[in-house]
C-alpha cells in the first residue's frame, strides 16, 4: 500500500493543479484499519488542500486484516464530519475488499452501513468514485 499511498498523493496533487482555485472548499480525509476483531476508523477536516496533501502524504501505512471495513469508513465521513457538504464529489481509495460488505436492502428501513451511505450520497446528491 506504500507505494498506492504515494500514486494517490501524486494524482491528488496533479487533479488539483487542473482545477480552478477555489473549487473544493473542504476536504475530508478518512483513515481505517482492522486487525483481528478490532478497527479504528479516524477522519480529519480540512480547509485548505496544502493541509490535505500535508496529511495524506504523512499517512502512516500498516499491515492489517486482508478485508478492512471500507463501507462503515466511508458512512464515518459521510455522517460525522461538518465539513462534508451537498453534491460533493468523493474519491475512496483501498487496497482491500470491504468486510462489512452485505446484499443491498433498497427498503428504507434497512440498518446497514451499506445502505446508510447509499441513503446518504442519494440524499446529499454526492457522486462518490
Do not use: C
Not at 11 to 22: F, M, Q, R, S, W
Not at 62 to 85: C, F, H, N, V, Y
Not at 107 to 121: F, G, P
Amino acid at each position: 500500500m506504500g507505494r498506492d499511498i504515494l500514486g494517490v498523493y501524486q494524482a491528488t496533487t496533479a487533479l488539483l493543479k487542473k482545477v480552478p482555485a477555489g473549487k473544493f472548499s473542504s476536504f475530508v480525509l478518512t483513515t481505517y484499519l482492522a486487525k483481528g476483531s478490532t478497527y479504528a476508523i479516524n477522519s480529519y477536516s480540512f480547509r485548505t488542500s496544502a493541509d490535505f496533501l500535508n496529511a495524506l502524504q504523512n499517512t502512516v501505512i500498516s499491515p492489517g486484516a486482508s478485508q478492512q471495513p471500507t463501507i462503515s469508513a466511508l458512512r464515518d465521513a459521510l455522517s460525522k464530519e461538518p465539513l462534508t457538504r451537498p453534491k460533493s464529489t468523493v474519491f475512496v481509495f483501498t487496497d482491500a475488499p470491504s468486510a462489512n460488505a452485505s446484499a443491498f436492502d433498497p427498503s428504507e428501513t434497512a440498518t446497514t452501513d451499506e445502505s446508510a451511505v447509499v441513503r446518504s450520497a442519494i440524499h446529499w446528491g454526492l457522486r462518490v468514485r
